[in-house]
């Protein structure tokens, strides 16, 4: 266990519709990431918060946003569902910003759009 | 541009033997690197982080090595098991960021 939790583990929706993830981190870790795995791809970086700011910003669509809370749980809302959003949904946490910190991993949430 | 690039894409082999993965990168400078295990649907786990200063890094059967002037590194597994079975990413840190790199995984196949 990682530690790192992600709601819902399973999802299935409509196109055109809108979801929500939560990710709670590690406890203390300020440090959020949320990655998209599509199936048989690699994980792609979508954004970081850090104690509540955005840090970093990647192929996240405008469709895509997300925020942190001041308890730093995440949330990613993903709106005008497509079938190409159907993926992997990954939250990843660490302590801080120095590098070597382990950074540890969800076990993610699925998203299937039909 | 910085890239991290990995072979074999897959790779299947004997429950028992030996195996290494390779990984090759661009990016520079870096901070550190990473190797994760990642099983079928579930979220990668951490396996070893090595500095730039760093040749080796073990955990258990899991040994990465790391030659900064080649810009190569590598996960040798010994002794596989089926509980192997797994993709294994390679995650390079751009120096003074804590941007992430990841390579596309190789995908490993353990039979018995």
């Known amino acids: 266990d990682s530690g790192v939790t992600q709601t819902p583990k399973h999802l299935i929706t409509a196109t055109g519709q809108r979801v929500t993830l939560r990710c709670s981190p590690r406890?203390?870790?300020?440090?959020v990431y949320w990655y998209q795995q599509s199936l048989d791809q690699g994980l792609q970086f979508l954004i970081q918060y850090y104690n509540g700011e955005e840090r970093a910003k990647g192929n996240i669509l405008e469709r895509f946003s997300a925020q942190q809370f001041p308890d730093l749980h995440s949330e990613l809302n993903l709106s005008s569902l497509e079938l190409g959003d159907s993926a992997l949904y990954f939250c990843a946490s660490r302590g801080d910003l120095y590098s070597g910190n382990t950074i540890y991993f969800g076990e993610g949430s699925w998203l299937t759009v039909v | 541009k910085n890239q991290v690039e990995q072979s074999p894409q897959s790779l299947i082999i004997l429950e028992g033997k030996n195996c290494t993965l390779q990984?090759?990168?661009?990016?520079?400078?870096?901070?550190?690197l990473r190797w994760y295990k990642q099983d079928t649907g579930r979220g990668p786990v951490s396996l070893t982080i090595?500095?730039?200063?760093?040749n080796t890094k073990s955990n258990g059967r899991y040994t990465a090595t790391l030659d900064a002037d080649t810009k190569q590194s590598s996960l040798h597994i010994t002794a596989s098991q089926l509980s192997d079975s797994a993709s294994y990413i390679c995650v390079v840190t751009l120096y003074n960021t804590d941007k992430l790199i990841f390579g596309t995984g190789t995908r490993l196949q353990v039979f018995p």
């Open positions: 406890s203390g870790d300020l440090s």
């Open positions: 990984c090759n990168y661009t990016v520079s400078p870096f901070s550190n």
């Open positions: 090595m500095t730039f200063s760093e």
